[in-house]
């Protein structure tokens, strides 16, 4: 089996590959808009969020038989024109549920607490201790848009900060500790929103102009799932009069972003897409990604 890596994942998944006797190459470098002359040479490709899988390169395959997403989201790869070439796709959804739940409270703390731009204007040589003044995460209601695997590592670690969690997700009828609510009662009852959601159709733009109305004044908002679920000028807005207290981004609608209006607010703060980047995720993603493989092998030799 040969299989083509294009984005780059922690060596641990590759030695294990390697020592199955599966011949792997690596094209972290190769650039992106000519993978479609190289994919149909393998069995299998893996990526992560940088290399996109649309139409025009997977039209092209005749012997790829999978795709590895070394991550969640799978709106980098064009599904549907993969399930019509009968290739199949898999991702790597429990590895890196801590890590980014872990990122989405730091978010949810900096936030309140003006950490981000505290550390800023200290270090340009002020002492501004009554301009950040801030709030308490305790009794307040956290509303989790997305109940799965990240968002309920969220809400336990909410609770032990001893937040009342309401959540909304059409798949989850009950989890412990947290009440389970439509979207309308959701945006109107909390006071800090986190999104653990998939960029869909139905999900595009979820948050807008008129979900943004419905939320109580003074609302903060967390992002850690996909960008474009939240339309981004609509959050400008919001934030500017201050409807919105506070929004915090790890993802855009396109990365690097371009939204330079959104990131010059102040009460906006941001990280590079950083949610998995922790060395045990990267390294269970890795494992993940090697596990897949080796399963695809075992079924492609019968």
Not at 147 to 171: H, Q, S, T
Not at 215 to 228: H, L, S, T
Not at 239 to 262: M, Q, T, Y
């Amino acid at each position: 089996m040969k299989i083509l890596i294009l984005d780059k994942i922690s060596k641990e998944g590759i030695e294990i590959l390697k020592k199955e006797g599966i011949e792997v190459d690596l094209k972290i470098d190769f650039p992106k808009d000519r993978v479609g002359e190289i994919i149909d040479n393998y069995d299998g490709v893996v990526i992560r969020s940088k290399t996109k899988l649309k139409r025009d390169i997977l039209e092209k395959t005749k012997n790829l038989k999978f795709i590895v997403r070394a991550g969640v989201g799978l709106d980098n790869i064009d599904v549907k024109c993969a399930k019509e070439k009968g290739i199949e796709i898999f991702n790597t959804p429990k590895a890196s549920s801590v890590a980014v739940a872990e990122l989405t409270m730091g978010l949810l703390i900096s936030l309140c607490r003006f950490i981000p731009q505290a550390n800023f204007s200290l270090k340009s040589g002020k002492w501004e201790k009554e301009k950040f003044k801030g709030i308490e995460l305790f009794g307040k209601t956290l509303g989790i848009l997305g109940l799965g695997r990240i968002g309920k590592e969220v809400a336990k670690r909410a609770k032990a900060f001893g937040m009342e969690i309401l959540a909304c997700d059409p798949n989850v009828d009950y989890f412990e500790g947290v009440k389970i609510v439509d979207f309308d009662t959701l945006l109107k009852n909390s006071d800090f929103i986190t999104l653990h959601l998939p960029l869909t159709e139905k999900t595009k733009n979820l948050i807008n102009k008129e979900a943004i109305e419905k939320m109580k004044d003074g609302v903060f908002i967390v992002n850690c799932a996909r960008g474009g679920i939240i339309d981004e000028k609509a959050l400008f807005e919001a934030l500017k009069s201050k409807k919105i207290a506070g929004a915090a981004f790890d993802v855009f609608e396109k990365e690097p972003p371009e939204n330079k209006e959104l990131l010059s607010l102040e009460n906006f703060i941001c990280t590079p897409h950083i949610g998995a980047s922790t060395k045990e995720a990267q390294a269970k993603i890795s494992n993940e990604v090697a596990q897949i493989i080796i399963e695809q092998n075992k079924k492609l030799c019968g």
